[in-house]
């Protein structure tokens, strides 16, 4: 018998650079003037392969032969070390629901180390779910299988939109039951756990220098900022040796991949539902899968977090502007290192702007016009007002919007391919159908009622991973049967493309699915 090779290219430099906590262990405390913490995974009782990604497998340079090998799936459980790696949870800060919350830092993720990719890149491997860590406060450091089914597809599913987000390498299920009150309603019950090997250039967030800045570490502070810019934004100018100009091109970079980030949430009809400070990716990726959700329902107000029911402050509509907000929140904290407000103010600034910019050009491109200008935010406007006078299905109004024959509307009539996106039939009163007649009137003249459709297909997904596909996929999963999981994934992985046989995944939501949890609301419990 031979045995598969897992001596794999590691390089750590996040540990081998920064500062680390000089204890090791997982005992709760607070952690000063540290980037890390180095904590091992704790081992689970049964670890079980049940999704991987073939796609990230091979970027990672790793064969399926080596994914699957009982040792790397113990790897990917926390169960074993192998050689190279260099374990540890990474300390940050963070500002949650608009507060303040002090020192955070991984409470359940578990960095394995970075490894170099054929391509060159190094990427952080991180379990999430695997064990207590320093910071796991009152936690207990694991996740369940729900909430890791969640983050394994949508984190993949995100990739294929071509949305910019952490990748996920594998799902493991571990054996172990985990306590969870979901309903927060004093009935906890056990649930199956798992842990999902999340994959990233790095894991660094807006709070990693919030946390520094917050307790006056200034050499913490600069030794985090010059690793990001070194190794992560290394054609800055100066990117060795930062000078104030360098933080400033950082920030004005990171302002513009968190703008990019968000454009791409709200054509895709993403709705985070955390966007704590702690949950930005200094990269511009879309990271932390919780209690996230889709647009089905065009209802900009609409948030999937029970959490956050009241406030809605991480609603649809408010992801722009909370995301400068948290800007603003990674401005301060890198203060100290430009010593300037006015031109970190510029950058802010310019945010927006490039935002508004961005926005237009990939709403028109979802209505066919490849060069817009700046007229058709009006197009663009009114299409979201008429999207709300019914209850309407974002994805399938937009998919099959290139479908409709707009030579041929009728005032009194919703033009076929578009009833489908309609809940409620009841709904479509005689106003309701001469407004979006109205619309599609107008769309017609500004398109010479020829839009470009291979476009249109090209940004519209057919396929997203709506609410209720996940609770689908995770009651399968649950009871041990992984091929609906399977399928889903599949799906997801060509969301632009038709993929004849696949159409009940494009549907609307069935009504059973309306109020059930995990097919609407979302509990942060995880
Ligand atoms: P989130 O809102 O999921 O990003 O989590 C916020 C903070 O709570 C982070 O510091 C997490 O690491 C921590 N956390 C969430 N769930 C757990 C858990 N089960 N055990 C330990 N820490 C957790
Ligand atoms: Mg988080």
């Not at 391919?417 to 003249?445: F, H, K």
Request: proline share 7%; net charge negative; glycine share 8%.
């Amino acid at each position: 018998m031979t045995t598969i090779d897992l001596d794999l290219p590691w390089d750590n430099t996040f540990t081998a650079e920064l500062p680390a906590d000089p204890v090791e262990g997982s005992a709760l405390r607070q952690v000063p003037e540290a980037a890390f913490s180095r904590v091992e995974p704790t081992a689970v009782a049964d670890p079980h392969l049940i999704a991987w990604s073939p796609e990230m497998a091979e970027l990672l340079g790793l064969s399926p032969e080596q994914v699957t090998s009982p040792e790397m799936v113990e790897a990917l459980a926390g169960n074993r070390l192998l050689p190279g790696m260099d374990t540890f949870a990474m300390n940050y800060g963070g500002h949650q629901f608009g507060n303040w919350a002090g020192q955070l830092g991984d409470g359940r993720a578990i960095a394995l180390g970075e490894l170099v990719t054929p391509d060159g890149s190094h990427q952080m491997i991180q379990l999430k779910g695997a064990g207590p860590t320093p910071y796991s406060r009152r936690a207990d450091g694991r996740a369940v299988l729900r909430s890791s089914v969640r983050e394994f597809l949508c984190s993949e599913a995100m990739h294929f939109l071509g949305v910019p987000t952490t990748r996920a390498l594998s799902l493991v299920r571990t054996g172990d039951d985990v306590v969870r009150d979901m309903f927060y309603d004093g009935n906890a019950a056990p649930e199956p756990g798992a842990i999902v090997a999340r994959v990233a250039p790095s894991f660094i967030r807006f709070g990693t220098f919030e946390l520094p800045a917050s307790r006056g570490e200034g050499a913490t502070l600069k030794a985090l900022a010059d690793y990001t810019i070194r190794h992560h934004f290394s054609d800055l100018p100066n990117a060795l040796n930062p000078d104030r100009d360098t933080y400033l091109a950082w920030f004005e970079r990171v302002c513009e991949t968190t703008a990019t980030m968000i454009v791409d949430w709200m054509r895709v009809g993403f709705v985070h539902g955390v966007m704590n400070t702690d949950n930005l990716s200094i990269h511009g990726i879309t990271i932390d899968y919780g209690p996230y959700g889709w647009l089905e329902d065009f209802d900009p107000g609409w948030t999937p977090n029970t959490t956050d029911a009241h406030m809605k402050r991480y609603q649809y509509g408010n992801q722009p502007g909370i995301a400068q907000w948290n800007l603003v929140r990674l401005a301060n904290a890198i203060y100290p290192l430009v010593d300037d407000v006015e031109p970190l103010q510029g950058v802010l600034d310019a945010f927006a702007a490039a935002f508004l910019d961005q926005n237009r050009i990939a709403f028109a491109r979802k209505l066919g016009i490849a060069e817009p200008v700046e007229a058709d935010d009006e197009l663009i406007e009114s299409l979201n007002g008429v999207l709300q006078l019914a209850e309407t299905d974002m994805p399938i109004f937009y998919r099959r919007l290139s479908e409709v024959d707009l030579t041929a509307l009728r005032e009194d009539e919703i033009p076929t391919p578009l009833l489908e996106a309609y809940y409620q039939p009841d709904q479509l009163t005689t106003s309701v159908v001469g407004a979006v007649n109205l619309w599609l009137e107008r769309y017609r003249d500004r398109v010479d009622a020829q839009p470009d459709r291979e476009l249109m297909n090209s940004v519209n997904p057919k396929y997203v991973l709506r609410n209720y596909i996940a609770q689908v996929a995770i009651d399968a999963a649950a009871e041990g049967d992984y091929a609906v999981l399977s399928e889903v994934y599949d799906v997801l992985r060509r969301p632009y493309d038709e993929q004849p046989g696949m159409e009940k995944w494009a549907e609307r939501r069935p009504e059973w699915a309306r109020t059930r949890p995990g097919c609407s609301m979302l509990s942060c419990s995880s």
